[in-house]
């Protein structure tokens, strides 16, 4: 039996395992609270995240990692993007020496301008054969009711991908496998940054145009830095590019959207983060994309708009003129600079 052990027992964390054991895999969840273990394992809840929901009876947690880690397949990580490289440095240790590691967030190093899977290669000291990426529309809450969703497994490794898509498919769950690790990883965390857009502009009261506006250019401007850091074209076009854009701009369940919603509203990036009280990856990698896009010559000016304003430099109003009076030019395929 393959077996898995997911850290840690967030939104989509508990989710993801739930996904596992639906797909028969032998999962252990992390969790770092006592109230969150022991809810899963006597009532199959996690009242923290996921309130209402009755997760599989098959799903274990524990608080103590060494009783998760060693000897799985796969260990999967679900923590905030930024918190990411302190916690592995933790577990590092406990992993054994066949293990692929794979990565369910969308964010990237604010430091470092590293995506999560170069940040798992570099504090476990693996291969890329070895990490592995789960990437696209996916909204935990949808997918904890059992609603159909797909999603990309993507490592450099076909046959590791097509593994890990066993181990995690379910009549409701479809993943596919793409080799394309960079795009995946860039089309997760860039639809943050611009699901934040959209939402500041709900917020401001802008209509169906505007949002669609900002799907389509957004979706231009991350082709763009794409292209720039050797991702396949194609993926941008997938589940983990529009697929996950559209998704998570469209939903009221995306945290960054209703995160923008907020700041469009009139509140301060902390008033919003108080409210949302959930990781919003958008917020730091809107900063850690625009220095990629500045030290590749790229431009990515809804990227920018969103941080000056997150920076306080800019208001809304300036923020939306800002993208408006750019100079005029043609609408060219959205991997051309
Ligand atoms: N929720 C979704 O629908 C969804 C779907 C796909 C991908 N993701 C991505 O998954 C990642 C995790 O998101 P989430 O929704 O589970 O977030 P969450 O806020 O629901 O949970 C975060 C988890 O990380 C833990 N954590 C928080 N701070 C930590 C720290 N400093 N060190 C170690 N652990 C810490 C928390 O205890 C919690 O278990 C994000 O990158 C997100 O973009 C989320
Ligand atoms: O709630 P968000 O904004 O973090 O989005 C969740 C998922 O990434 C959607 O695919």
Redesign the pocket.
């Known amino acids: 039996m393959t077996t898995a052990a997911v850290l840690?027992?967030?939104?989509?964390?508990t989710?993801f395992a739930s996904v596992l054991a639906d797909a028969g895999t032998d999962v252990t969840l992390h969790?770092?609270?006592a109230e969150i273990a022991d809810a899963i394992n006597e009532r199959h809840q996690n009242p923290v995240?996921l309130p209402g929901i009755d997760l599989p009876k098959q799903l274990k947690a524990t608080l103590d990692v060494e009783q998760a880690l060693p000897g799985t397949d796969f260990v999967v990580v679900?923590?905030?993007?930024q918190?990411m490289r302190?916690?592995l440095t933790a577990w590092a240790p406990l992993l054994g020496p066949q293990t692929v590691l794979v990565s369910?967030?969308?964010?990237i190093e604010l430091d470092s301008g590293l995506r999560m899977s170069e940040v798992i290669a570099d504090v476990a000291g693996v291969g890329p054969e070895r990490v592995a990426v789960v990437?696209g529309p996916?909204?935990?809450?949808e997918i904890a009711g059992r609603q159909p969703a797909a999603s990309v497994v993507a490592c450099t490794d076909e046959q590791v991908a097509q593994r890990l898509q066993a181990a995690c498919h379910t009549p409701y769950f479809r993943p596919y496998t793409n080799r394309d690790v960079v795009g995946c990883e860039l089309g997760?965390a860039a639809k943050?940054v611009i699901a934040l857009a959209v939402g500041i502009g709900v917020g401001m009261g802008l209509g169906d145009n505007a949002q669609s506006l900002l799907i389509t250019r957004g979706l231009a401007e991350t082709s763009r830095l794409g292209d720039a850091l050797g991702a396949d074209p194609h993926t941008f076009s997938g589940l983990a590019g529009m697929g996950d854009l559209v998704a998570t701009c469209s939903s009221p369940?995306s945290?960054n959207r209703s995160f923008g919603e907020h700041l469009g509203r009139g509140q301060s990036v902390t008033e919003a983060a108080a409210a949302i009280s959930?990781?919003s990856?958008g917020v730091k990698t809107s900063e850690a994309i625009l220095g990629l896009a500045h030290r590749h010559g790229v431009e990515m000016p809804i990227t920018e708009a969103v941080v000056q304003f997150l920076r306080g430099e800019v208001d809304l109003d300036k923020a939306t003129a800002l993208l408006m009076e750019r100079p005029t030019k043609p609408e060219r395929h959205s991997c051309t600079r």
């Open positions: 840690s027992a967030g939104s989509w964390g989710v969790a770092r609270r995240y679900s923590v905030p993007a918190a302190a916690s369910l967030m969308k964010g990437s996916n909204l935990a809450r997760g943050n369940l945290r959930q990781t990856e």
